[in-house]
């Protein structure tokens, strides 16, 4: 798509500021934001540029946001600047076995009115510009819109993908957002263009139920390749060879699978960002080369190394190891 040397994946959705800890302590975090940083981090030796698509205020809390995205290597040109607005916040409690507890303070973040603009926003015109080779959202990126802000989200990743644009997909649920029969509706509007699935298997029996797995479902849509996260369980891989969607709707495509064990971690810290790195780490392996298993293998150390910190962003020197 692109004419640069370099992969360009664009990252949509939701940054907050974290609090967290005892005493408190700020930081940020967010699914896609998660994803997106420690995807930089991964490539930051490789040609790959991650952008991140978000609203954010003119305030002094949002210009922190860009500025240590900035330094982690994420580029900043996609996002919306929403003078009235702020970013959204959420404090995180954390129990004794690591699970994670959420209070939210989002209801009027600048993200929300990313596809409200009068003109096209940023990532629309990178879609129509063709300057972006992948594109990533979430579950909660979807979420967090309106009914006519999804409707112009679903219109511009049928653009992006008509121009040959592959779009990931993660379908983090939660159920403070929407109902399980809105994520469904939305959900099936949107797996149709979707290249990469990354199914998180508790998140798709709250959404759909138990009648058809998730693997089914995602080839039903035409997904080529798909990644279901069991948690500390190994993750299964699902890929066809060739990326005809229409033919893999009917079954007409060979395809292979495999699991890959999940590291195993004596203690575990906090599990916030598990997913998202996880993510991160499969991505990272996938967008320099590597085979679906070799991706899955960083996947699963990333998450492996992040569990043993507490927050969504661990220090950057924690994760040195895993940088090739």
């Known amino acids: 798509m692109t004419d640069s040397s370099h992969t360009k994946i664009a990252f949509f959705g939701e940054c907050m500021i974290e609090l ?13 934001l998660n994803t997106a940083l420690y995807l930089s981090r991964l ?7 991650v952008s991140y698509a978000t609203g954010l205020g ?6 922190e946001l860009l500025e240590n995205w900035q330094q982690e290597g994420i580029a900043t040109d996609l996002v919306e600047i929403f003078p009235a607005q702020l970013p959204g916040l959420y404090m995180v409690q954390t129990d004794q076995e690591g699970e994670r507890s ?15 603009t009068s003109s096209l926003n940023k990532l629309e015109s990178a879609i129509t510009n063709q300057e972006l080779d992948y594109l990533y959202l979430s579950g909660i990126s979807i979420a967090i819109l309106n009914d006519d ?20 997909f993660d379908n983090n649920f939660r159920p403070q957002l929407w109902s399980a029969e809105e994520a469904k509706h939305w959900y099936s509007q949107i797996l149709p263009l979707v290249d990469i699935a990354l199914i998180t298997e508790d998140d798709d029996v709250l959404v759909w139920g138990e009648e058809e797995s998730a693997e089914q479902r995602c080839l039903r849509f035409g997904c080529p390749e798909i990644v279901i996260k069991r948690g500390c369980e190994p993750c299964k891989l699902v890929w066809s060879q060739g990326d005809d969607k229409q033919n893999l709707r009917h079954q007409n495509v060979e395809k292979q699978s495999a699991y890959v064990a999940a ?4 203690k575990v810290i906090d599990t916030c960002a598990a997913g998202d790195s996880f993510a991160a780490g499969y991505l990272a392996g996938r967008l320099t080369g590597q085979s679906c298993e070799q991706s899955a293998q960083l996947g699963h150390a990333l998450a492996a190394t992040v569990i043993q910190y507490p927050g969504a962003i661990i220090p950057n020197d924690a994760m040195t190891h895993l940088i090739r």
């Open 20 to 32: 967290s800890g005892d005493p408190i302590r700020k930081g940020f975090g967010g699914d896609t």
């Open 263 to 266: 590291e195993k971690v004596e």
């Open 58 to 63: 003119e305030d002094v809390l949002s210009q």
């Open 102 to 116: 959420f209070l939210y303070w989002r209801d009027s973040a600048a993200v929300k009115s990313y596809f409200s």
């Open 149 to 168: 802000s999804k409707v112009r989200l679903k219109k511009a990743l049928s653009l992006f993908s008509q121009g040959g644009g592959k779009i990931i």
């Open 43 to 49: 490539t930051s030796q490789q040609p790959v540029r």
